[in-house]
């Protein structure tokens, strides 16, 4: 059983940064990690994941460039760096580990509660 739990998030004006942490109990090291996010009224979608040894990252091309997730084993913890934000990136972003590495939420077994993330122009 894996539990997640995110933090991090805020409200920032656009341009600005925010590092979301996602910290997890029991063994993660062998899971793929993802983060997804969803807007009001929107549907839940990917942003970026890493793989289980942390050296395969991928990324929404709407993130590209600007987010940067990592992967610390030893502490249990994945990052999701974000700079240079924009309104649109406006939503609530979720944690997510699985065992099947994808950017389909289904592809996901165990999910955190999420945490707010707001840009202002």
């Known amino acids: 059983q894996v539990q997640l739990v995110e933090s991090g998030g805020g409200l920032v004006q656009a341009g600005g940064s925010l590092r979301l942490s996602c910290a997890a109990s029991?063994?993660?090291?062998?899971?793929?990690m993802g983060w997804f996010r969803q807007a009001p009224g929107k549907e839940r979608e990917f942003v970026a994941h890493v793989s289980s040894s942390g050296t395969i990252t991928r990324y929404s091309d709407s993130v590209k460039g600007r987010f940067t997730i990592s992967k610390h084993n030893v502490q249990n913890t994945v990052y999701l760096q974000m700079n240079n934000l924009k309104p649109d990136d406006t939503a609530v972003y979720y944690c997510?580990?699985?065992?099947?590495?994808?950017?389909?939420?289904?592809?996901?077994?165990?999910w955190g509660q999420g945490t707010q993330v707001t840009v202002s122009s």
């Open positions: 029991g063994r993660t090291f062998r899971y793929n």
């Open positions: 997510a580990a699985g065992a099947v590495i994808g950017s389909n939420s289904r592809d996901y077994d165990y």
